[in-house]
């Protein structure tokens, strides 16, 4: 097949068309229109570039509308182009946001996003749903907020912010009672709540989950709590690197206690290798930190904590 054949094929066929194929289905809380998240069982793929590219989140694969058929079906390049070739034509379930949002005004940078929103305060929705659902210590509250990584989403949502190196923020996890999602056009980089020079970097899964260790260990001096937000893109293991490398540093993987946290561990493990820091791996005995935090009658409204409690979280196992 010549070159042109092979783009206006590629073009036809996108790689949503190839999932839905498959079996997999769109996560549309976990979607947003310019990163899908597909799932079939404990699968994912992440489709981008408005479905010309895909990326694998527990793994490195990633590629076009012809390798995600190699991925999947696990076929060499000529067998995949017959497999795209049958699919030319196939009808897409049509996202609900696509219909919802045709004739919306152009998005704003995230930048401007960011700073249009408010900060929670004591008794607004997004305070309400991280105090009395999430049963997140107001202390903690206060400190993310003078941090600057909260504000106010829609239908009392919580944002909360990722940021570069120079603290500029590039997108943000969107949590609330009916939606998780990430910023549209954002980038997933680290939310950092803590001492940007601590040397105890403890890595979770999800924002919500950063402050709910962060309330557990009574907010340690020594810490810096983090969240990729369920994500691994190359800046966030470029961030992670940078604290890593720093004499003393010491990588705590904090991640989930299933087998998507473990994978997630797994790669912290060799990032604390290559980076030559201290690791170590901490497991919360519920599937996430919120659970756990939540579980604990010792931790209240105001983040007074019994003392003695979760010797698994205040005592990492090392190695």
């Given at each position: ?15 949503n068309s ?182 105890r970097l ?101 983040g007074e ?15």
């Amino acid at each position: 097949m010549e070159k042109a054949d092979l783009e206006e094929l590629r073009g036809k066929v996108p790689c949503n068309s190839v999932l839905e194929d498959a079996g997999f289905e769109l996560d549309l809380k976990e979607s947003s229109r310019k990163a899908m998240k597909y799932r079939r069982a404990s699968e994912i793929i992440i489709v981008i570039h408005d479905g010309k590219g895909w990326f694998d989140p527990l793994s490195d694969a990633k590629g076009d509308v012809f390798t995600l058929v190699e991925h999947l079906d696990g076929v060499p390049f000529a067998a995949a182009l017959y497999v795209v070739a049958e699919l030319v034509g196939f009808v897409l379930t049509e996202p609900v946001w696509t219909r919802e949002t045709r004739d919306r005004a152009p998005d704003l940078t995230i930048m401007e996003g960011w700073r249009l929103r408010r900060k929670p305060w004591p008794g607004s929705a997004t305070w309400r749903y991280l105090r009395d659902t999430r049963r997140v210590p107001e202390q903690v509250i206060g400190k993310a907020i003078a941090a600057n990584l909260l504000r106010e989403g829609p239908k009392g949502s919580m944002w909360a912010g990722h940021t570069d190196h120079a603290g500029q923020v590039t997108g943000w996890e969107e949590r609330g009672p009916d939606w998780r999602g990430f910023a549209s056009g954002g980038a997933k980089v680290l939310l950092r709540l803590g001492r940007f020079d601590a040397l105890r970097l403890c890595v979770t899964e999800a924002a919500i989950d950063a402050m709910s260790l962060a309330a557990i260990e009574d907010v340690r001096a020594d810490t810096l709590y983090l969240s990729t937000g369920g994500g691994w893109a190359p800046a966030t293991a470029e961030a992670l690197r940078a604290h890593a490398h720093r004499p003393g540093a010491h990588l705590v993987a904090a991640t989930d206690n299933n087998a998507q946290g473990e994978i997630y561990a797994g790669r912290l493990r060799d990032l604390a290798a290559e980076a030559g820091c201290g690791f170590a791996r901490m497991r919360p005995l519920a599937e996430d930190w919120n659970a756990e935090l939540r579980k604990e009658p010792g931790i209240g409204r105001e983040g007074e904590a019994e003392a003695g409690r979760l010797p698994h979280a205040r005592r990492p196992p090392q190695g």
